[in-house]
């Protein structure tokens, strides 16, 4: 199961073209450093659609926003997410320097709650081979019963929905490191 929230939050991968996408124009494909590439990727109504093939797993994720996990499954898992009414900002109007928190249900279960925090570091560029992509640097932690599992830094396309850039722990329930992740765009397709 961790290894499917993992997914939507950070992956590793690899590729290089020269070409830079037009501000404005989605991505087909993505690949990062260490091999992993994200594929099928479509936007509609705010929602990022994608597979992700990493260490010779598929998983398929949609997500509102980018930032939040709507559903996600890897080979026979698969866990939905279903954030209610609250309004679900997008990653432009998160306030810097403030921590914005939103809980959805997994699985229709009341009592199973993934709770997300998000705290903005504003505009920061990144470099995907020779090309400039305006991100917003975001630190987001994943808790579930309580509990953080997931912790790191992202910086999110605003315009692609597509994390460029991870940095991200996955932790034990005592709070200590796992296991770091970290990749990074090596093109845009």
Known sequence: ??????????????????????????????????GAVLNQISVKDS??????????????????????????????N???????????LPVEVLPVGEEVSVEAIIDGKESDV??????????????VGECAYRTIHLTRTFYRKDVA??????WLDPVRLIALRTE?????KD??????????AESLE
Request: with cysteine; hydrophobic share 45%.
């Open 1 to 34: 199961m961790r290894f499917v929230l993992v997914v939507i939050v950070g992956l590793t991968a690899g590729h290089a073209t020269a070409a830079c996408l037009p501000e404005g124009q989605l991505a087909k494909v993505v690949h990062f450093s260490g």
């Open 114 to 127: 993934l709770r997300a925090a998000y705290l903005s570091h504003g505009e920061e560029t990144v470099m």
């Open 168 to 172: 991200l722990d996955l932790l034990n």
């Open 78 to 88: 698969a866990m939905s997410m279903d954030w209610g009414a609250q309004p679900l």
């Open 47 to 76: 929602v990022l659609d994608y597979t992700a093939v990493a260490e010779g797993k598929e998983s398929r994720v949609r997500a509102a926003r980018g930032l939040y996990p709507l559903q996600q499954s890897t080979g026979a």
């Open 149 to 154: 599992f997931v912790k790191g830094d992202l």
């Open 175 to 184: 709070g200590s490191v796992l296991r770091h992740q970290s990749t990074q």
